[in-house]
Structure formats: structure tokens, C-alpha cells
């Protein structure tokens, strides 16, 4: 017989670990170690990347073990966390930065210690990443933004909740809000500060600025659905019915499904972080195993004609973004 278990379990050498795999009452067998290396476990989308990661078929199958790094929000442990990848001699490793341009040197440092790289979900500002692949965070502000002026009628001020400084996503989307602002002259933007992608955050800010703009904020662009929500729950303990300010936010977070459905946000740009977790494990794979690595995710079929696979080798793989609105949003819960 030749059971095999699924294991996922902490690692007490390894601060912030998670560690899954498959263990084997039968032969050995060849697994590949990796590793992912997440800027932090404490919002919804992140824990939802890392529980598909883990059901990746190569994960669950046993051809790799995974350890899934929790960064803490902070450049200095996922550094420290790349230290233990290389001294312990994985494979390969995926990487979701804290910092975009501090991600460069950690990149460049695992490449020449032989631990190729995949980013995914949050880009990394350098030219020593193995592949990317994410969503076009450039047209998510956009979106955001687009949405939110749209119901502006008579032009007014609106707000900006910008996520991490120095976090490229956070950089990109606040590019694309940029942009559609820049075509709205009526619009004004009163505010804008980072809170982290934090919704307890946004919610402090949201409130101060309700003190010192009575009246004048008609619209929240946020970056992220964690602070949309803060900034909804500000807007509602204020006394301000939500219906009557619009806000937007990207991730598609369960709580932000459930805002736009109720009517209290407009659009949330979801990301999919099924797509953006086990399509990183085959590029990875595709890397260890060479020519021959098949692709074992189901999204490559889903994605085909947006995102085709072709030789698993392209430096950009771009994952359609999926939006929800009041039409559709008790459909996307029900999923």
C-alpha cells in the first residue's frame, strides 16, 4: 500500500510558516521544495491566495512541498524569509512583495544563490524575476475610478485610500485613478493617504476627513475593497447613508461582494487569486522540470484565449479581472 496524507503544519524553525505537502508510507519519491513568500496573512484575499495555493494539483499530488511564508507587512522579514529558502536549499519560490523597489535586490540575491523567482499578485520592480503573473492594476484604478465619477452628476470632491508606499500594485492603481481624474476637471480630489490596505485604517482616516470636509466628499476611490469597507463603516457611524457616496474598490473580498449587492459600494474589481496562486506553482514547475512540465492548474483552460500558456516561459502572464456589480453580485456570492 502506498498511502499518502496531506500535511499542513507549522514550522517552529521557520517564524510565520506554514507548511503543506504530502507524506508517504510507500518509496520516496522526487518533490520540489518551494516556497511563497506573502507580504502578509491578515486581509481576506491573502488568506484566500494561500488556501488555493494549497490545493494546487502539484501541492496536493506531492510533486512539490510548499511552505507559505507569512511577511508580516515588512520588507526585512520576507528578506530574512528568502535567506531561509536559499540556506535550506528550495527549489524555487514564489513571491507577493511588501516593497516593489526594495523586492529587486531579494530577487536578484536568490537568483544568484540559485533560487529562481515567479512573482505573483503583486508586481516587483525588477528585471531578475523568472515571470509575473497578476492583473493589469493600471485599468483596476481605472475602473475605480470610472465608476465612482460616473455617478458624480454635478461634479463635487472625492477621496483617494491608497494602499502600502513603495508597493507597485498600490503605485499602478493610483496611476489609473490618476488617469481618470485628469479627464474630470468638475472633480476635485480632496484627500488621499495611505492606510495600508488595512480596513481599520481606512475607517480612522474616513472618519477624519468627514470632520475637515463636511458635506463636500461625494465620492471614495479606494484601492483595495479592505479600505472601501472601512471607509463605508466611517460613512454609516457619521451618519451618512453609503447609498449616497459612491465607492469602489478592487479585490472582490466575500464583505465587498455582499457592500455591492446591498448597494452601499459600486463596483468591486475582483481579483482572482485562484488564477494568480496555482498558475505561479506551474511556472515555477515549468522552470524545474524544463520542456517537458505540462501545466496541472485548471485555469490555463479558462483562460485560454486571454491568457494562453503557450511554453510557460513568458515573463507576463495577465489575469483577467472580473467585476462585480449589483447585477451580478448575489451570483458571484453564490460561487
Request: glycine share 10%; aromatic share 6%.
Amino acid at each position: 500500500m502506498n498511502t499518502k496524507l496531506l500535511t499542513c503544519v507549522s514550522a517552529a524553525a521557520l517564524v510565520g510558516t506554514i507548511v503543506c505537502g504530502l507524506t508517504s508510507a510507500g518509496a520516496e519519491e522526487k518533490k520540489w521544495q518551494v516556497g511563497a513568500a506573502i507580504y502578509g496573512l491578515q486581509n481576506e484575499y491573502a488568506q484566500r491566495w494561500a488556501a488555493d495555493i494549497k490545493e494546487q494539483p502539484a501541492v496536493k499530488s506531492g510533486e512539490i512541498n510548499l511552505t507559505i511564508f507569512d511577511g508580516k507587512y515588512d520588507h526585512l522579514t520576507q528578506r530574512s524569509q528568502f535567506d531561509t529558502m536559499v540556506t535550506q536549499k528550495f527549489d524555487a519560490a514564489i513571491y507577493i512583495p511588501i516593497d516593489s523597489k526594495a523586492c529587486d535586490a531579494v530577487v536578484k540575491k536568490a537568483a544568484e544563490d540559485g533560487l529562481p523567482t515567479v512573482g505573483s499578485n503583486g508586481p516587483c520592480d525588477t528585471q531578475a524575476m523568472l515571470s509575473y503573473i497578476g492583473s493589469d492594476d493600471v485599468q483596476a484604478g481605472r475602473d475605480v475610478a470610472t465608476a465612482v465619477i460616473s455617478r458624480i452628476k454635478d461634479g463635487g470632491g472625492v477621496v483617494e485610500l491608497q494602499g502600502p508606499v513603495g508597493q507597485l500594485g498600490a503605485i499602478q492603481r493610483g496611476q489609473g485613478i490618476k488617469e481618470v481624474l485628469d479627464k474630470h476637471p468638475e472633480i476635485k480630489l480632496l484627500e488621499n493617504k495611505t492606510a495600508n490596505w488595512s480596513r481599520q485604517e481606512a475607517f480612522k482616516i474616513m472618519q477624519d476627513w468627514l470632520v475637515a470636509h463636511p458635506g463636500e466628499i461625494k465620492g471614495v476611490l479606494a484601492q483595495n475593497d479592505e479600505m472601501a469597507l472601512g471607509a463605508i463603516r466611517a460613512l454609516k457611524a457619521a451618519g451618512v447613508d453609503p447609498k449616497t457616496v459612491p465607492v469602489a474598490g478592487v479585490d472582490g473580498v466575500t464583505d465587498a461582494i455582499k457592500a455591492v449587492a446591498a448597494g452601499e459600494m459600486v463596483l468591486s474589481v475582483a481579483q482572482d487569486a485562484h488564477a494568480q496562486a496555482q498558475g505561479a506553482v506551474d511556472i515555477a514547475l515549468r522552470k524545474l522540470v524544463g520542456p517537458s512540465y505540462k501545466p496541472q492548474a485548471d485555469i490555463w483552460e479558462q483562460y485560454k484565449d486571454k491568457m494562453p500558456w503557450g511554453d510557460g516561459t513568458a515573463k507576463l502572464y495577465n489575469v483577467p479581472w472580473t467585476y462585480v456589480t449589483v447585477e451580478n453580485a448575489e451570483k458571484i456570492l453564490k460561487k
